[in-house]
């Protein structure tokens, strides 16, 4: 059994008078890649947010690299230089270029020089197929190509776990493959993953493990197949029904 | 069959461009004669009275009389007590080029090249040095003048200079109190700037000039003119720091999340990511907020400095050239346009080349 890259248990959340999560309890092992689907509202999202500190909880005990997750700000700070994180709506920096989304976080979150930003980020950047956009600016360049891009710069800081929130979901459909293939790629290469998506395809390729939540609670795990072919639980048939449509 | 469709061959030129635009009906047609015969008579009158009938020359005063056009000679005669107020007449190289100073630390703070943290502060205290020394003198053989005696146009741009360059550090801080998440900050932030925007820029000048020499101890007060530059900074940072306010509120809560998720510090978030953002947004506005400081700075005059337009009412409140006002006013309204005008020009090409995606 390989160690616990993010360890969870009995989380709450709440806003205000809603609660979002409900004693949530959840292991991420190192290596493994694991995804998140549910209804909208289920609090997926609110959870992947809580592993890198962008949101904050109510109690319980949320530990990732073995750093607990609290008030403590430089703890904080620690893991989200180890943590990559892709969002919905790719969030480049619209005033730089390509190259210099990727070269600015280096710079600024670990100290490195520019000479090594730079080849830092041209590997990235190539090896996520958008090198030749480098000197373009964000909103010269397609969603897809977009979000490779906000891979690269995340990737740029040689993160441990890269969480995804709905990667694919802003995407017009033909673009979505591009992105999922490189996805796939990092889960071939035993990078730990945490990823919210609706992509059953990516989640049967190469998802460990799947977890279906809802109102807040994780209705059921389990690997893919069983979750597919043979749920038990009454919600997790009818979402694998209207995502399977 | 295609190769026999030619498109007609378009109408253009002069004639037909005129005749769309101005004669395509009959009212048209007599809206358009009786305007061009308007716009001709004035021209007609504005160019007799300001270059036919113009006495240009000192020497041919005696001809400046109420029939004839404008008089030049009164730009010529006083023109220096305009340019350089009461600054004595044997020193005004020196004003003349501590003004150059300021206005090439100027044009050179405008150019990307020099947006570094480390570049601008350089220049700016370059350049105000420069002007510090020049005006004030008293060494390697220059004569001491004193602040009070400083005037007319180099007087005018130090002050809008060294306004916007203590304003608007000053407003990217009070942008980011009010938005700060501690409370206590966030509400001395904001009630500092609604009470000196709810207070008149002449009383605060005058409070600066007059009502804190009479409070603060006589070590600390600096001259009358830094304290005037300093209250017209703050008076100018509460403004500006609401248009910075509004350029971060519209930049995405995704630019922040994404920052933090990189592990970005909070200052890199602010510097290299949200303030560029929040002044390319916000240009227009602060581009009018520069055009109303230039502008406002002719209120100095009340507290008793010499600046460009006070030099110009001095200029023909003697009597030998009291019947000459409009002129001296045309000459004060060029070059105020010609400032506002560069600033407006150089607000476009920003707006411009931002459009291309740099900052």
Redesign the interface.
Known sequence: MSNSAISIKSLNKHYGSFHALKGIDLEVREGETLVICGPSGSGKSTLVRCM?G?ESYTDGNLEVLGITIGDDTQQL?RV??R???V?Q?F?????L?ILENCV??QL???GRDRATSTIEAVDQLKRMQVYVHSE??P??LSGGQQQRV?LA??LC?QPEIMLFDEPTSALDPEMISEVLDVMQDLAREKMTIVCVTHEMGFARAVADRVILMAEGRIIEEGDPEQMFTAPEHEITKEFMKVVNQ | MAASLTAPAAATGPVVWLRKHFFSTWYDAVFSILFSMLIAWMVNKLLGWAVFDAIWRVENRELCTHDAGACWAVIEDRGRLILFGLYPYEEQWRSTLACLAVIVTMVLSCLPKFWSIRRLPILWIAGFGIFVLLMRGGFAGMPLVRSEQWGGLSLTIFIFAAVFVIGMPLAVIFALARRSTLPVIAKVSGLFIDLVRSLPLLTLLFAAAVVVPLLVPEAIQGTKLGRVVVAFALFFAVYQAEIIRAGLQST?Q??E?????????YW?LVV??LL??AF?NTLPSTINQAVITFKETSVVTIIGFFEVMASGNAAIGTGEWGNQYIEVYVFLAFIYFIFVFGLSRYGAWLEKRMRL???
């Open positions: 890198n962008l700070d989200r230089k943590v990559g994180m969002f709506g969030n480049l920096f619209p005033h270029t600015l976080p600024r979150a670990l373009k600016f909103d010269q906000a710069r995340a800081l | 995405s995704g630019q999340e994404a920052a933090v998720a990189l592990g970005m510090p890199s290299d990511i560029p953002q390319r995606g740099h900052v």
